[in-house]
């Protein structure tokens, strides 16, 4: 927590179950990355 300390509790605290779910959180970028590619292929 002396890394994020302005951070909001709620967000330290997802940030931490991020950090404890690896793989949830891959998925989770990964699923950003798609969302992100397929805004940009509808806007272009």
Avoid: K
């Amino acid at each position: 927590d002396e890394m994020l300390p302005s951070l909001d509790p709620s967000i330290r605290q997802f940030v931490r179950f991020l950090l404890q779910n690896r793989h949830f959180a891959y998925g989770f970028a990964g699923f950003c990355a798609y969302a992100l590619l397929i805004h940009l292929y509808v806007l272009l």
